[in-house]
């Protein structure tokens, strides 16, 4: 699986009370308690450990992978939130496939299509053969091909690419199916957040489009184990029990601040204990989550929208609009 690439390891225990947030956590610069609590390199999507040069080669791989994505998925294109997944599977795949490919372990059609960049590039420019002498555009183009392949696979086989349809229709829908889940599994906190006018979409959008990887401090080995789950389950329900797990273990801090104070914790999380895979995952799998659960949640929310619709058409019938062409927000 994926987290096998991580260095760090996981251990089931049961979730220790001290490890949740103390109350005053809020004041602590996010960044400093980031780097007193994690590695840099640890970190999901943290460049503080390239170089300049190697942040130059990243950009491009992550150019040429996404406008290959756009090409082959037409009627996704391109959409915010997929660069985080490309950049971190990049950075967690990238000493893996370099293994299998100089042990010729790589899937066919990319082996195929190494084959043919070589073939294509012999016949190049003196710079570009210059560049092939160090190796680097043949290991550039092998990254580039298995990691296109790999958001393809999730694109095509695992249904990722609901999350970017044009008006993020999924996406919203499933942060209102989180909303209701969170108003079932957590009633206090979702009082909390209506008293205050806290709408989930505003951060829970952020989290499930790139499959939580926009949070600052979240571990490297905590979203690969997330995706590990999601890819043998083949279901997104785990990301909703992340979620709650989330919230549940930030329960304590949330009830005692107001909007704006949940809103900057919930963006940064200050104490990045609670993300560890030891504890986040730990509670997030004994969070009863099931697929019909979510269903239900998921038609309730449908009729509602259906409602919505119907009371809107009604109205603008009402007042002489025609509304056969309306496009529905």
Known sequence: GISSHQKSSYAYVNTPHNCLPDD?????????????????????????????????????????????????????????GMDYIVSH???????????????????????????????????????TNTINNNGNNKECHVLEETVFHVMDSFFSYYNLRHMYWPELRCLKRCCKVFEILIGKTLPVLADHFEHHE???????????????????????????????????????????????????????????????GMMTYLNTFPDATLLNPDILIECALQIKVTNRMLLEIEKE?????????????????QQGIDGSNYEWQ
Not at 53 to 80: N, T
Not at 305 to 317: L, S, V
């Open 24 to 80: 005053d956590s809020e004041d602590v610069n996010c960044d400093d308690q980031v780097r007193e609590t994690l590695d840099p390199s640890d970190l999901a999507l943290s460049g503080d450990y390239l170089n300049n040069d190697d942040k130059v080669l990243m950009q491009q791989k992550l150019g040429s992978i996404l406008h290959g994505l756009a090409a082959a998925h037409e009627e996704v294109g391109y959409c915010q």
């Open 89 to 127: 599977l990049l950075r967690i795949l990238h000493k893996e496939i370099l293994r299998c490919d100089t042990h010729n372990l790589l899937p066919p059609i990319v082996r195929s299509a190494s084959r043919q960049n070589q073939k294509h590039n012999g016949s190049n420019t003196v710079e």
């Open 198 to 260: 806290l709408n989930i979409g505003f951060f829970a959008l952020g989290w499930f489009q790139t499959l939580f990887l926009y949070l600052p401090s979240m571990p490297s080995a905590t979203v690969c184990h997330i995706w590990d789950i999601w890819l043998v389950e083949r279901s997104f329900k785990i990301f909703f029990r992340v979620g709650t797990a989330i919230l549940f273990l930030s329960q304590p801090i949330l009830l005692n601040h107001e909007l704006e």
């Open 301 to 317: 929310v449908s009729d509602a929208e259906k409602a919505e619709e119907f009371i809107e058409q009604m109205r603008m019938e």
